[in-house]
């Protein structure tokens, strides 16, 4: 056995997706960081041990330009390219890889963390060390640090810290919310095993073993959808727990979870219902897959409220937006659905002072065990919002620990630091300009070659019936004077129209109608416009709704205008128990949209967007989009200073189109592996004493933010970028161009 001693900057304790996040994140701000994971693989609940789906502020399609970007962003889009098929050990490797590219990292696997040393009076106890245990190298290894970030999941670094923290359900007098219990109880979300099967093309048998659960007889099939093509994560409704203690029962958990999986199986191959002759069972989970336990008290605790209300909170340094989804306790044995939802209006924000702990001063912590109540917790809990706050966590740690103060004094006094390093790192973040005075790109004045101007879908794909309600999101900079509409009529009909404004720069709903419309249609084939107009104070998204008129089509367009998308208005069903849950609105005709042109020019996507600004969709789609590259072969975007600077660094964020909901072991097939419209070659020129010059280069790009160190950087009047590849976008669409010293 060996004694080892490790001290680093920022330890970092769990390996899943938000001790991966907070890791690189810290890593990439200079700190030394040791990163301890229980497992022999990264990634959690994501893993190949457990392979739950990693979704987030998405919620599978439901708010729109949602996708997060930062560290998650660019794991979802290399996941896309490497592993098509959504292959769950392709995913470890990837995790494996992006963490081992980090020189600032030390990482031990198999390492179990179970002692942890702190001092201090209960209210400002700090963490001194913490020892694990290597399991099979019988290292016992000491950790020194002074910062920790507890990404457990379970918490427990935090718990043996001394760390005040909450379980089960809050009463609804506590917070206030109304999917509370009126009593407090110690009911929590369940844990999760899956299984995968596949088709052998020949029979094959199964015997089930004798713990196997008669699910016939435990009445799952009448509350549950089950399908022979049915695997992994389709069955998250396997979950079992939320009455126990999800942690010290865990073992017990384990066995009835399997039981259950088995017990399925048996179900599926010999009750005679399916057709499963030639599928065998090809994996079945060992690990639970927890979905609650500790979450620590900090400086504000997320409620129903901030969710809902998208609370713009002063410190916001990240983004979710799944809905609040919570499980009955009796998990796959009660009668009731498996889940409930009530979605917020769009994404929301998320404070810093959930993420460290108001009671041990160097603690901090991003997760599962975030502060949170339950019912907040319900929607937190998915893995790319937990990435997100750990990014969030490891920035923060490494900037605290630069500027000298502690995570409170940070929240208090340097958010606006904090903030420009997490833009910079392209990190998840709302409503956050990039205001850096590092940014030599802010002091210039910005030209394109070519800009586009119109909104406009022309080529019709198919027709689509007009027998629900059809909206059409699109950017309104500086106005809208009309819109018109392809559309087929079997009969002279009349169609009604409407516009709405939304009621925040990240939601995609109507909310105050600003105009409304009334126009005749003829029969056949016809652009119909639609007198709608709105001239906003600041440059914002507007709503038009195309009321259901029977007889009348529109027309399904052949792409999607940069900044537009098309919901379809769909009715309660009957019965629906959970009228919170349901969202009317939903996207239609992903990828294609309808066929329309809107009268005024736009100004949504002129060449000064790249400079400062959002980074991402935000009251409009905040980048610049080119002419069609059929006029402007290589659209370029220029920065020009009124002195020559000297620019060290550039950094440009391309458009990966944030709206196309990506994930990682394929809830759904997404075909294009890379982003249709991120630009795949460009060159960087530098206009230096009259003449320009090529000083960096990419091909081949696939990511969203590309960077390049200047090796010999020089006095320099302008700056461009010039793309010579827009990928399979007919135009060149750049978020933001930067430059430093």
């Not at 497992?39 to 998405?58: D, I, K, M, Q």
Request: aromatic residues 8%; contains cysteine.
């Amino acid at each position: 056995m060996i004694d080892e001693t490790l001290e680093t900057d920022i330890a970092v304790l769990g390996g899943g997706l938000a001790g991966i996040c907070a890791a690189i994140g810290a890593a990439r701000q200079g700190r030394r960081v040791v990163l301890a994971q229980n497992r022999p693989v990264l990634g959690g609940n994501s893993s190949s041990e457990v392979r739950v789906w990693v979704c987030g502020a998405t919620a599978h399609g439901i708010h729109l330009f949602a996708r997060e970007t930062g560290i998650m962003g660019e794991l979802f889009v290399e996941n896309q390219y490497r592993n098509p098929e959504g292959n769950p050990y392709y995913w470890d490797l990837l995790l494996l890889e992006k963490v081992r590219a980090e020189e600032n990292i030390t990482l031990l696997l198999n390492t179990d963390v179970t002692e942890v040393e702190a001092d201090g009076p209960a209210d400002a106890r700090v963490i001194r060390s913490v020892r694990g245990w290597m399991s099979g190298s019988e290292r016992r290894i000491t950790l020194v640090a002074p910062t920790f970030i507890d990404c457990t999941g379970d918490g427990l670094v935090g718990y043996l810290a001394g760390a005040e923290y909450m379980t089960g359900r809050e009463p609804r007098s506590q917070f206030g919310e109304s999917w509370a219990p009126d009593e407090p109880d110690q009911n929590m979300l369940g844990s999760t095993i899956l299984f995968y099967s596949k088709d052998i093309g020949r029979p094959s048998k199964f015997i089930a073993p004798p713990f196997a659960v008669d699910v016939a007889a435990a009445g799952i099939p009448e509350h549950r959808v089950i399908r022979q093509d049915m695997k992994g994560c389709a069955f998250w409704w396997i979950e079992w727990g939320g009455e126990m203690d999800v942690v010290h029962d865990n073992e017990r958990i384990r066995d009835e979870l399997q039981g259950v999986c088995y017990g399925l199986w048996d179900h599926i191959k010999n009750s005679g219902e399916f057709d499963a002759e030639n599928l065998t069972l090809e994996w079945v989970g060992s690990v639970p897959g927890k979905r609650e336990y500790r979450r620590f008290v900090g400086e504000h605790v997320l409620t129903q409220q901030d969710v809902l209300d998208q609370t713009e909170f002063d410190d916001r340094i990240g983004f979710g937006g799944w809905s609040i989804d919570l499980h009955p306790s009796g998990g796959v044995y009660a009668t009731e659905p498996g889940s409930r939802h009530w979605h917020p209006d769009g994404n929301y924000h998320l404070p810093l002072r959930i993420l460290f702990s108001k009671d041990v001063a160097n603690l901090w912590m991003a997760g599962r065990d975030i502060s949170a109540s339950h019912v907040a917790f319900g929607s937190t809990r998915v893995m790319a919002t937990c990435a997100v706050l750990g990014e969030a966590a490891g920035i923060g740690a490494a900037l605290a620990q630069e500027l000298g103060v502690g995570p409170s004094q940070l929240a208090d006094e340097h958010v606006a630091q904090l903030r420009r390093a997490m833009v910079r790192a392209d990190a998840s973040v709302l409503g956050v300009p990039n205001d850096d005075p590092a940014d030599l790109a802010l002091q210039a004045d910005v030209r394109a070659s070519s800009t586009k101007t119109t909104l406009a879908s022309t080529r019709s794909a198919g027709l689509v019936p007009l027998e629900h309600d059809l909206g059409l999101v699109l950017p309104v900079d500086p106005r809208l004077d009309g819109i018109d509409v392809l559309v087929d009529a079997e009969r002279n009909t009349e169609l009604r129209a409407s516009l709405h404004a939304t009621s925040k720069p990240q939601n995609y709903l109507p909310d105050v109608e600003v105009d409304t419309a009334r126009v005749r249609v003829p029969a056949g084939r016809s652009w119909v416009h639609l007198p709608l107009s709105w001239e906003p104070e600041t440059a914002q998204n507007g709503f038009v709704t195309l009321h259901a008129t029977p007889g009348v089509a529109v027309h399904e367009g052949s792409w999607v205008e940069p900044g537009t998308v098309t919901m379809i208005h769909r009715e309660m069903p009957e019965g629906e128990r959970w009228t919170e849950q349901w969202r009317h609105w939903k996207e239609t005709l992903h990828g294609s949209g309808i066929c329309f042109r809107a009268t005024a020019p736009t100004d949504a996507f002129r060449g000064e967007q790249v400079r400062g600004g959002y980074a991402r969709p935000y009251g409009g789609p905040n980048m610049w989009v080119s002419a069609s590259t059929s006029e402007d072969p290589q659209p370029w975007i220029e920065l020009t200073w009124l002195e020559p600077v000297q620019i060290g660094r550039v950094e440009v964020i391309f458009d990966d189109d944030v709206n196309e909901d990506l994930i990682n072991l394929h809830h759904h097939r997404t075909e294009a592996e890379v982003m249709p419209t991120l630009v795949r070659d460009a060159r960087v020129e530098a206009l230096v004493d009259g003449a320009w010059r090529e000083v960096a280069r990419v091909e081949g790009n696939r990511r969203r933010r590309w960077a390049a160190t200047l090796d010999d950087p020089a006095m320099c009047e302008s700056l461009r970028v010039v793309t010579e590849n827009g990928g399979a976008c007919a135009t060149a669409q750049v978020i933001g161009v930067r430059g430093f010293a």
